[in-house]
Nanobody, 122 residues
């Protein structure tokens, strides 16, 4: 089970920190990702982190603004979002996959959370 938290309403230029709590004894063996879906658009990849935390991946438009991290002791994955823009408005989902797959492809993920809403006002 994956449960996201930390979404909300923020002004452009502001920050939010999303967290995803994962209930699984095998948490440390999974790669984890964040995806988002804006109204009327397809769900898209945002960021991912390897099972060890040693490798991270980002969508080009969030590089330098978003940071993904994981805490294997607490079974959580976080997404720190800075310098938010109105175009970042979306429902954000965390997801987990068995390592070795394409981290940018949502079809390669095995488990998904319910999502948390992020709204950035201009």
């Amino acid at each position: 089970q994956l449960v996201e938290s930390g979404g909300g309403l923020v002004q452009a230029g502001g920050s939010l920190r999303l967290s995803c709590a994962v209930s699984a004894r095998t948490f440390s063996a999974w790669a984890l990702g964040w995806f988002r879906q804006a109204p009327g658009k397809d769900r898209e990849f945002v960021a991912a982190v390897s099972w060890s935390g040693g490798s991270t991946y980002y969508k080009d438009s969030v590089k330098g603004r978003f940071t993904i991290s994981r805490d294997n002791a607490k079974n959580t994955v976080n997404l720190q979002m800075n310098s938010l823009k109105p175009e970042d408005t979306a429902t954000y989902y965390c997801a987990a996959q068995v390592p070795g797959r394409q981290v940018e492809m949502q079809s390669e993920y095995d488990y998904w959370g319910q999502g948390t809403q992020v709204t950035v006002s201009s």
